[in-house]
């Protein structure tokens, strides 16, 4: 048996010390670019080529995107040329998961020449294979001109394909472990959100308040949310209130959340009422409302010389009056549009004289829909069950409510976020 050549041997032994090569790349190098840049390099040296380029395919349109490809002076470029799908000659190998290998570019109708247009470069040999890992396609990988030769031979497409499998694997690899870092990261930032936000909540009911006492409790569905309330205490004989439910969840509620927060003192402290303050408050706030976003609230004013609840409704659900004596029943009261919908909204405002021990409990419909997935929601009607019954004080009043909810749920996450404040008068 006649042996192989030594030039063969030694193409073998060289492609095969690059296999090795790239397979301790794999376990070696956590950075994406640094991964690519060695795969390139690796590709070029062993297989004797001019250039080498790497195409990753575009999920959406399923156009090849030339990410990254090696320079004459041993550097590397990130053109983002694009190829439509199907067009050249690593479309042609995307589309039908085959490696090529072409031994004159331009005489092969294939071939896309608007790459080379743009950068200048001269194409004449190209050994091209698709980046398939566990039956998918990633992209495309090329080397162009080999070196020592016109064109590349069967040896070297061989040696080719193994390299593109192991490029494959790794880019994977590496995708996994940035989705898990990305992932980490996203989980340490809502850990903070959560901390800022539960700081501004529990800030926003004043100590010291005279002739008037408040309790609340929220509950975001996920790490965060974009439930909120507030008390702000303009005088001594006026103590203004909010509730409020911005649309939607997580970080957007969150951010709108904040921002809103922040912003209700100076509303309220130019406000003659609630009525006014939502009026107010929805001027400034629906010109800058982005992606259909809203808000639903309820604005209170107490008076305690006057023993007085002065209440407006901006889209929100009903509050709850409960008395002294253990009665509970709806405090009814008209209902405008929610904040951030359409300018120049007018609110009605409703009165109330409260008696001592009289409370009110405002919420938002993490409340009153909270429901267990065979369930009904709670809704107003057994709220009113719910809440009737004496009390000794609004803290007990807000624990029964909140124990009622969470049988409701029976053990289920809750669907929405969930915020009660209880108040009255000392």
């Known amino acids: 048996m006649q042996s192989p050549p030594p030039v063969t041997l030694e193409k073998s032994l060289e492609i095969y010390k690059g296999l090795v090569e790239v397979s301790c790349l794999i376990n070696s190098i956590t950075d994406y670019k640094t991964l690519l840049r060695a795969v390139l390099n690796v590709a070029q040296r062993v297989v004797r080529a001019e250039a080498a380029s790497l195409f990753m395919l575009e999920e959406d349109t399923r156009d090849l995107r030339l990410a990254i490809a090696t320079r004459s002076d041993g550097g590397f470029d990130e053109p983002g040329i694009t190829v439509p799908k199907g067009k050249g000659i690593v479309g042609w190998v995307m589309e039908r998961n085959e490696p090529l290998l072409i031994a004159d570019a331009y005489q092969d109708v294939r071939f896309y020449s608007e790459a080379d247009k743009k950068t200048g470069f001269i194409t004449r040999s190209i050994l091209c294979a698709p980046l398939r890992v566990e039956g998918k396609i990633l992209g495309v990988l090329q080397v162009l001109n080999p070196l020592d030769k ?13 390299y593109a499998n192991l490029t494959a694997t790794a880019i994977e690899k590496l995708r996994g472990l940035d989705l898990q870092r990305e992932r980490e990261r996203v ?44 008390v702000f205490s303009q005088n001594e004989d006026a103590i203004d209130f909010v509730v409020g439910d911005v649309s939607g ?32 408050w929805n001027n400034k706030f629906q010109p800058a409302m982005i992606r259909g976003m809203f808000i639903t609230a309820i604005a209170g004013r107490l008076i305690p010389s006057k023993r007085l609840l002065r209440l407006a409704n901006a889209g929100h659900c009903q509050p709850l009056l409960v008395t002294a004596s253990g009665d509970a029943r709806e405090i009814t009261m008209p209902s405008s549009l929610p904040i951030g919908i359409a300018p120049g909204i007018d609110y009605e405002e409703t009165r109330l004289t409260l008696d001592h021990g009289d409370r009110f409990v405002l919420f938002t419909d993490g409340l009153s829909e909270c429901r267990a997935k065979e369930s009904d929601p709670m809704f107003e009607s057994e709220l009113i069950r719910v809440a009737t019954g004496r009390h000794n004080d609004a803290g007990e009043l807000m624990q029964r409510i909140l124990d009622a909810a969470a049988h409701h749920l029976s053990g289920e996450a809750a669907r929405d976020d969930l915020s009660i404040l209880v108040g009255g008068f000392e």
């Open 187 to 230: 989980q340490r930032d809502l850990a903070i959100a959560a901390d800022i936000q539960s700081e501004l909540l529990i800030g926003a009911i004043p100590e010291g308040l005279r002739g008037a006492r408040f309790t609340a409790r929220s509950s975001p569905a996920t790490e965060v949310g974009g439930d909120f309330y507030g």
């Open 249 to 280: 969840k997580g970080i957007p509620a969150a951010l709108l959340m904040a921002r809103t927060l922040s912003a209700l003192p100076f509303v309220f402290s130019g406000a003659d009422g609630p009525a006014s303050a939502l009026h107010e």
């Open 150 to 162: 016109p064109a590349f031979e069967e040896l070297d497409l061989e040696g080719f394909i193994a």
